[in-house]
């Protein structure tokens, strides 16, 4: 069959069409999706419909969330990276690229870098050379990003808005002879383009021509019309909560955090906004947790503008009242755990506190921050609410971490 017209995917907030774990334990093996799970099953239901050729454009649809993909208080030189991905409606494998960068064979040769997933969206030139291998490896802080913008690629814009840069990535620096292979993940510019290629890909893979090729749009008056009147050929449901919570807490996952927060703007609120959601999310500190308004400032969902703006006081108290509610388990179990996979899997090993520790790490330009729990010893015990934020210090980073940890090993020594 034929479908006359263009075919629009809709996202609406769902960060976990990424290739990433999920389950009781997220990080155990064979719980595992890739990151075309959602569209593959989105492409199937098309293909039983009997449709095998769509004569218009396939165009990703973010208008569940609003057009401001980035956060105005991000620091420019973060939005190359996968931690600043742009905030849509519809995201794709977290809005990023993943190269994967090896050193070449001999010294001065070109490293060898390879990207996934590869839909045909970038160009890619490497400028890196291999180096000896008692040097040392700089590749990994030079990707650059330039051309293109949002809607300027893949068959039509379909309403986005131009101006931002990001599909022709270049490699600089070095990679040591010998060195692992290392990954680096990329922001791209128009996360409802990428997501409608993946899409694309896949129903080419099962037999379904789209001769339009794939598009973008924040807002459209024709696809809101076309969405409110008309029925859909596929719905597919994401993943619980937890299964969201999990990659925030566990991994530190930014991006993760931005779409729950606009998320919670656009259920709640009716504004898939940073605003709105940090308004749902302010009146919960206060009126749920009570902690007092003036012990925060927040600028976004991750933490990483710098204008965020928390008391150690009122950490504790959100952690201590997340640890006594009814549904906070969920909560308490994305947080890392000392010396296991996660963002503590070397912190607290061999110290008193080794295993006992659970808390989630913070950390952007000279400032870094560990809150959470240290658990008893045994079921008699007390479990202890701490948080500890240095700022502000000229500290080498790892210096900074093993004096933090010193001083969460003596909270435990209380009695």
């Not at 263009?6 to 907030?13: A, F, P, Q, V």
């Not at 890739?34 to 039983?48: G, L, M």
């Not at 064979?105 to 390879?114: E, G, L, M, N, S």
């Not at 996934?116 to 160009?123: A, F, K, M």
Request: proline share 6%; glycine share 14%; charged share 20%.
């Amino acid at each position: 069959g034929v479908l006359s017209g263009d075919l629009i995917l809709y996202g609406r907030g769902d960060p976990t069409w990424s290739a990433r774990c999920y389950g009781v334990d997220t990080l155990a093996p064979g719980v595992c999706d890739s990151s075309f799970t959602a569209v593959d099953a989105i492409a199937d239901s098309i293909r039983a419909h009997g449709i095998r050729r769509i004569t218009g454009k396939l165009v990703g649809d973010g208008s569940y969330f609003e057009p401001t993909l980035i956060h105005n208080g991000w620091n420019a030189w973060d939005l190359t990276w996968w931690y600043a991905a742009p905030v849509s409606g519809l995201g794709f494998h977290d809005n990023s690229v993943d190269f994967r960068i090896e050193p070449g064979p001999v010294v001065d040769a070109p490293p060898a870098i390879t990207w996934s997933p590869d839909l045909g969206l970038i160009t890619f030139e490497n400028r890196a050379r291999t180096v000896p291998s008692d040097s040392s490896s700089t590749v990994g802080d030079n990707f650059f990003r330039s051309g293109g913008g949002i809607g300027s690629t893949g068959g039509g814009g379909g309403g986005g808005p131009g101006g931002m840069e990001g599909w022709s990535i270049r490699a600089e620096g070095t990679v040591a002879l010998g060195r692992k292979a290392r990954v680096e993940s990329v922001a791209l510019p128009d996360p409802n383009l990428y997501a409608a290629r993946a899409l694309a890909a896949a129903l080419a893979r099962k037999g379904v021509a789209v001769q339009g090729g794939a598009a973008s749009t924040t807002d459209s008056l024709a696809y809101r019309t076309l969405r409110c009147c008309a029925s859909p050929l596929a719905d597919f449901r994401g993943r619980p909560l937890p299964d969201i919570i999990f990659p925030i807490l566990n991994s530190s996952h930014n991006w993760f955090a931005e779409m729950l927060l606009k998320l919670l703007g656009r259920e709640l609120k009716g504004e898939g906004s940073w605003e709105a959601g940090l308004d749902v999310e302010r009146r919960f500190l206060i009126d749920s947790v009570h902690i007092d308004s003036t012990a925060f400032a927040l600028e976004d969902g991750s933490g990483l503008a710098a204008g965020n703006l928390v008391t150690p006081q009122a950490f504790a108290k959100l952690l201590a009242y997340m640890h006594s509610h009814p549904k906070g388990g969920a909560f308490v179990a994305g947080l890392p755990h000392a010396g296991q996979p996660g963002s503590l899997l070397k912190r607290f090993v061999g110290t008193s506190l080794d295993g006992r520790v659970i808390a989630k790490t913070g950390s952007i330009d000279r400032v870094n921050s560990l809150s959470g729990y240290i658990e008893p010893t045994n079921s008699r015990g007390r479990t202890i609410t701490f948080s500890v934020q240095a700022n502000g210090h000229a500290v080498p980073y790892s210096q900074m971490l093993a004096q933090i940890d010193s001083v969460v090993v003596e909270i435990g020594r209380t009695k």
